[in-house]
């Protein structure tokens, strides 16, 4: 059975939810997952940065 709404979720974000990553650095990933810095800011990082 084809996926008909892969990726849709993420088309309304700016840049399709792309971006450079705040953590590792990396350009052009998909920046989809919370993360809370130590002065409890949620921000947005990589699936790679999500546990760290």
Known sequence: MA???RGKTISYL???GRG????????RIKL??????E???TIKV???CRDK
């Not at 450079?20 to 350009?27: D, E, G, H, S, V």
């Not at 989809?32 to 810095?37: A, G, Q, V």
Request: some cysteine; charged content about 20%.
């Open 14 to 16: 700016p840049s399709n």
């Open 39 to 41: 002065t409890n800011q």
């Open 3 to 5: 996926k008909r709404n």
């Open 46 to 48: 990589c699936k790679f």
């Open 20 to 27: 450079t990553c705040p953590i590792c650095a990396r350009t």
């Open 32 to 37: 989809l997952y919370p993360h809370k810095t």
